[in-house]
């Protein structure tokens, strides 16, 4: 499989765009995802919003970006889930926001992934897997799915709970550090729930592609590319920011705080 990232920003509609998000829109090396534009799965048991193409749902511009192919914001009904399916050749990483989701698949593994927990599974070779809530109240989770850099490896599973303290917390890394765990890609992940006016400096290697997924709060944004002067913006629950290498920044918590994912991706 190959990964291409985008050669320029796909530019949304700047209809409901607040005038600090229209300026990131306008800048060379960013692609913004607002939420309100990523494609949307209904069904009577599951409310999907897909930030690429999925589904049923494409669009040319949005088909991955680079390796990252899916980030799939599910809920999922009392009782109800994703019933027995297979995968192959794809790492796959879940991470648990809200309530618990029951993990069964043909390697024997029958798990429950609690609020907290993120799963990691590649599919390599072959899997099929369940994926059901079997409590007594929905559940929220993100899935989001990577090219491998090796196709037709024998598949395997883990899980793990990350305790979510001030700053980041490494959640995928190609040599685990601090913890965080392994997949077939030299990807990093890191999580991070600033608070109300809380001040990050944004993670990752200079020479590596970058993502951020706002999961819940707002925060502003501070980029300074080295062609260009600091850029500044505003991102809200659900958007998304893919950015080119050589954009340090920071990101300020807004009144709510916020709760957010960081892709390094090579």
């Known amino acids: 499989m190959t990964s291409v990232f985008p050669g320029s920003p796909t530019t ?17 090396g960013l692609v913004l995802r607002p939420a309100a534009e990523r494609f949307h799965s209904s069904h009577d048991w599951l409310e999907s919003w897909h930030s690429f193409s999925f589904a049923g749902h494409d669009h040319p511009a949005w088909r991955g970006f680079g390796p990252l192919l899916v980030i799939n914001d599910d809920r999922v009904a009392a009782g109800r889930g994703f019933g027995m399916h297979p995968h192959r050749d794809m790492e796959i990483i879940t991470v648990m926001v809200e309530g618990v989701l029951h993990h069964r698949d043909s390697m024997g593994h029958s798990e429950a992934l609690r609020a907290g927990e993120v799963q990691r ?9 369940s994926e059901m809530n079997e409590g007594s109240q929905s559940c929220r989770l993100l899935q989001i799915w990577i090219v491998p850099s090796r196709q037709g490896l024998p598949p395997s599973y883990s899980q793990k709970p990350f305790e979510l303290s001030s700053g980041w917390t490494l959640l995928i890394d190609p040599v685990q550090s601090a913890g965080a765990m392994a997949i077939d890609r030299p990807v990093r992940v890191w999580r991070a729930r600033p608070q109300a006016g809380e001040r990050l400096a944004l993670p990752g290697a200079a020479d590596a592609h970058g993502w951020i997924q706002l999961i819940d709060g707002d925060l502003e944004i501070s980029l300074e590319p080295a062609a260009q002067g600091p850029l500044q913006g505003h991102l809200q629950s659900g958007d998304g920011l893919g950015m080119e290498p050589g954009m340090p920044g920071t990101i300020t918590a807004g009144a709510g705080g916020a709760d957010l994912l960081v892709f390094e991706l090579r």
């Open 12 to 28: 949304p509609s700047r209809a409901g765009l607040a005038a600090d998000q229209a300026t990131l829109v306008e800048q060379p």
């Open 121 to 129: 599974m590649s599919a390599g070779s072959g899997i099929v897997h």
